[in-house]
């Protein structure tokens, strides 16, 4: 079988005026289907542009992506789009919530693109809710909501489509130490329910929790390692299934 994300030889150059920036330099990467990776690295390394290729936010200059076996430079813009909501699920560092509306509504928004009767999106939103511990707080807006909370909504949203890859980019970055902490755990237990995880961070003690963590420099893969990953336990009403 196929890795679920394969890139090889992928470089990204970006131009600022008369000026060839490369932000990623010959990334060859396989991630198997049901792994958890951390993506390691400091500012302007080059994880965030490697995220943002992986997630079909942006294409290579140079080699190729694949993702599930399918060529993704190939694809027109519907597609791509396609693809992101149905296969890629994103979990953002500031959450990205529309703020007048409940986390209910929230959660199903990638629902609306697919022509779902409105009681169908609202069980489906009801059952993400509940799988990361929100359900009695369907209804609350996400000022009523504190920042972990707001986050769990961001990863209802993100898993309401059941994707095959959830990306996840500095998702603690805006948490307490605590929160951040439950916030791993469930994506560890969104990941023994069979979701692939792969995780942008720049916290040593976050990408620990990680099965496997890769470090960036200057558009580079320069260590990959496989680890015994830091083991969190959900708390209480948590659960990857309903």
Same mark, same amino acid.
């Not at 190939?74 to 409940?102: C, K, M, W, Y």
């Not at 830091?230 to 009403?237: I, Q, V, W, Y």
């Given at each position: 079988?196929?890795?679920l994300?394969?890139?090889?030889?992928v470089?990204?150059?970006?131009?600022?005026?008369?000026?060839?920036?490369?932000?990623?330099?010959?990334?060859?990467?396989?991630?198997?289907?049901?792994?958890?990776?951390?993506?390691?690295?400091?500012?302007?390394?080059?994880?965030?542009?490697?995220?943002n290729?992986?997630g079909?936010?942006?294409?290579?200059?140079s080699?190729?992506y694949?993702?599930?076996?399918?060529?993704?430079g190939?694809?027109?813009?519907?597609?791509?789009?396609?693809?992101?909501?149905?296969?890629?699920? &994103?979990?953002?560092?500031h959450?990205?919530?529309?703020?007048?509306?409940?986390?209910?509504?929230?959660?199903?928004?990638?629902?609306?693109?697919?022509?779902?009767p409105?009681?169908?999106?609202?069980?489906?939103?009801?059952?993400?809710?509940?799988?990361?511990?929100?359900?009695d707080?369907?209804?609350?807006?996400?000022?009523?909501?504190?920042?972990?909370e707001?986050?769990?909504?961001?990863?209802?949203?993100?898993?309401?489509?059941?994707?095959?890859?959830?990306?996840a980019?500095?998702?603690?970055?805006?948490?307490?130490?605590?929160?951040?902490l439950?916030?791993?755990?469930? &994506?560890?237990?969104?990941?023994?329910?069979?979701?692939?995880?792969v995780?942008?961070?720049?916290e040593?003690?976050?990408?620990?929790?990680?099965?496997?963590?890769?470090?960036?420099?200057d558009?580079?893969?320069?260590?990959?390692?496989?680890?015994?990953?830091?083991?969190?336990?959900?708390?209480?009403?948590?659960?990857?299934?309903p």
């Amino acid at each position: 079988m196929a890795p679920l994300i394969q890139l090889e030889r992928v470089d990204r150059t970006y131009r600022m005026g008369e000026v060839l920036v490369p932000a990623l330099r010959q990334v060859s990467l396989q991630i198997e289907a049901g792994e958890f990776v951390a993506i390691m690295g400091a500012s302007g390394s080059g994880k965030s542009t490697l995220m943002n290729i992986v997630g079909c936010l942006d294409r290579p200059t140079s080699g190729r992506y694949l993702l599930a076996g399918e060529e993704v430079g190939r694809l027109s813009r519907d597609e791509l789009a396609r693809i992101r909501n149905r296969t890629v699920g &994103f979990v953002f560092q500031h959450f990205n919530l529309l703020p007048r509306t409940s986390a209910l509504e929230n959660a199903e928004l990638p629902l609306l693109y697919a022509n779902l009767p409105a009681q169908e999106r609202r069980q489906r939103a009801l059952e993400a809710l509940r799988r990361v511990g929100l359900a009695d707080r369907a209804g609350h807006a996400p000022n009523r909501l504190s920042g972990g909370e707001q986050q769990r909504v961001a990863i209802a949203r993100a898993i309401i489509n059941h994707p095959l890859l959830v990306l996840a980019d500095e998702p603690t970055g805006a948490l307490d130490t605590r929160t951040s902490l439950e916030v791993m755990a469930l &994506f560890q237990e969104l990941n023994r329910g069979g979701i692939t995880i792969v995780l942008v961070t720049h916290e040593a003690d976050i990408g620990r929790c990680a099965g496997r963590q890769l470090t960036m420099r200057d558009g580079r893969i320069i260590a990959d390692v496989r680890q015994a990953p830091a083991l969190l336990g959900a708390p209480e009403g948590w659960g990857a299934h309903p």
